[in-house]
């Protein structure tokens, strides 16, 4: 039983995962679950609120495991690109077995007022299972969608943190065989905090709490359908070795220091189907370069090299991820 890579990187940095899976042998049996946000909470902003959002310091939304609070400003659209790649060797009779999993995603938020945010993502998964020079396994698909709202609830300008929260939906569009989904509506609650000094450090947290009322393995596998449950966190130490104004435009890097850990259960077919659990424990290092445009345009690439901490993690991976921010301009103030 193993959890693969992408669950920790794309899910808990942009609040979806991948399939937890089961292995026998030689052959993988796959079962998935994706997951997305939506939200709920109050409407409106005044004139003050706003002009406290804008002093504010604009900081990356997202570290790589991390989840952020930093909602988007009224009307301000963002889009963010992270794809990510691990594998993890063994060896099966003598001959070495090589398991390569990744993924990529697509996450568009739009800011419907200061303190409220709407999310939509997109994913999709594969792996490759190669022994020796056989290949035993080779999947890509879409994964599961998420549609969401989160509402930041304190800022950091009046409260010692900033703290977002909010109720998410997971959309079934990947499916159980290929191992991208559960095939089943699943809710969720994603909460996420950071703290900034003002000086070379600041740190990020976040939480999320999934459920699939009723995964169905299909007649084949037995009538009986199963409540699956995940639990996801994650925290970032950041540093600030560059923050630099070059005439109207601002250049800054920062430095990641993340942990993450996942618990998720999953169901294995043997030969009817049975819920398992697997835990993931990774520690990923990373770096981001940020260019903050005079007209407010964002651009920011980063990249980090996620380590495994226990068995049933991968053992190395890496992380790419790209940011954009009102690209098509800002209608905001």
Do not use: C
């Not at 993450?260 to 993931?280: C, D, I, N, W, Y």
Request: hydrophobic share 40%; no cysteine; glycine share 10%.
């Amino acid at each position: 039983m193993r959890t693969e890579l992408v669950v920790l990187t794309i899910a808990m940095a942009l609040s979806i995962t991948q399939p937890l899976r089961a292995e026998e042998g030689a052959s993988a049996s796959k079962n998935a679950d994706a997951l997305s946000p939506t939200g709920a909470v109050l409407a409106g902003s005044s004139d003050a609120a706003a002009a406290d959002f804008h002093n504010e310091p604009e900081e990356p939304d997202f570290a790589f495991l991390t989840g952020g609070p930093y909602t988007q400003r009224k009307t301000s659209p963002q889009f963010i690109f992270p794809s990510a790649w691990g594998r993890r060797t063994s060896r099966m009779g003598g001959v070495p077995l090589r398991d390569s999993t990744f993924g990529a995603l697509l996450r568009a938020e739009y800011g419907l007022t200061d303190r409220w945010e709407m999310d939509v993502i997109f994913s999709a998964s594969g792996e490759q299972i190669n022994q020796g020079q056989q290949r035993l396994a080779s999947t890509f698909a879409l994964s599961d969608s998420v549609v969401g709202v989160r509402y930041r609830l304190l800022r950091e300008s009046t409260a010692p943190i900033t703290l977002t929260m909010g109720p998410q939906l997971i959309i079934p569009t990947g499916s159980l065989p290929s191992g991208t989904g559960n095939s089943a509506m699943g809710y969720a609650w994603d909460i996420a905090a950071a703290k900034d000094w003002g000086g070379p450090v600041f740190v990020y947290a976040s939480g999320n709490y999934r459920y699939f009322p009723s995964v169905n393995p299909g007649m084949a596998y037995g009538p009986q359908h199963f409540p699956l449950h995940d639990v996801f966190g994650a925290a970032a130490l950041v540093f600030r070795p560059l923050e630099r104004d070059s005439g109207p435009n601002h250049h800054d890097m920062h430095i990641f220091l993340e942990y993450g850990v996942a618990r998720q259960e999953g169901l294995e077919f043997v030969p009817t189907a049975q819920k398992m659990s697997a835990t993931t424990s990774l520690f990923a290092p990373g770096i981001r370069y940020g260019f903050l445009s005079a007209r407010s345009k964002l651009l920011e690439i980063g990249v980090s090299f996620p380590i495994g901490l226990n068995q049933s993690s991968p053992r190395g991976g890496i992380i790419v991820q790209f940011q954009i921010e009102n690209l098509f301009g800002y209608k905001g103030d």
